[in-house]
Nanobody
Framework: QVQLVESGGGSVQAGGSLRLSCAAS????????MGWFRQAPGKEREGVAG???????SYAESVKGRFTISRDNAKNILYLQMNDLKPEDTAMYYC????????????????????WGRGTQVTVSS
């Protein structure tokens, strides 16, 4: 079992930045493939960024160049640095984990992940 707890959400104006964190516990963090997802009211959950251990991140087109996923294996924490935020980034953001390596092209698919956090709200005003 893996427990995930997100933090770092908040309200910012367009153009601002936030850094989300996801603390993982309960399993070997270094062996996990990790991802960030988001869900806005009335919309389906969508993949934002995904990352295996030691690899580069995969990103949704809508966030490329603005968001950066990273991980600290010593602290068991996953990060999402979000810059140049836009109102359309407003959503609940979720951290997810899978106890295996997910192929690069599938890392934004929610069906690939076994464990989920409860989410942290990000609100961007214009």
């Amino acid at each position: 079992q893996v427990q995930l707890v997100e933090s770092g959400g908040g309200s910012v104006q367009a153009g601002g930045s936030l850094r989300l964190s996801c603390a993982a516990s309960g399993n070997s963090y270094s062996g996990l493939c990790m991802g960030w997802f988001r869900q806005a009211p009335g919309k389906e959950r969508e993949g934002v960024a995904g990352m295996a251990n030691g690899g580069s991140g995969s990103y949704a087109e809508s966030v490329k160049g603005r968001f950066t996923i990273s991980r600290d294996n010593a602290k068991n924490i996953l990060y999402l640095q979000m810059n140049d935020l836009k109102p359309e980034d407003t959503a609940m953001y979720y951290c997810a984990a899978a106890p295996r390596t997910i192929p690069l092209m599938s890392r934004l698919g929610s069906y690939e992940y076994n464990y989920w956090g409860r989410g942290t709200q990000v609100t961007v005003s214009s």
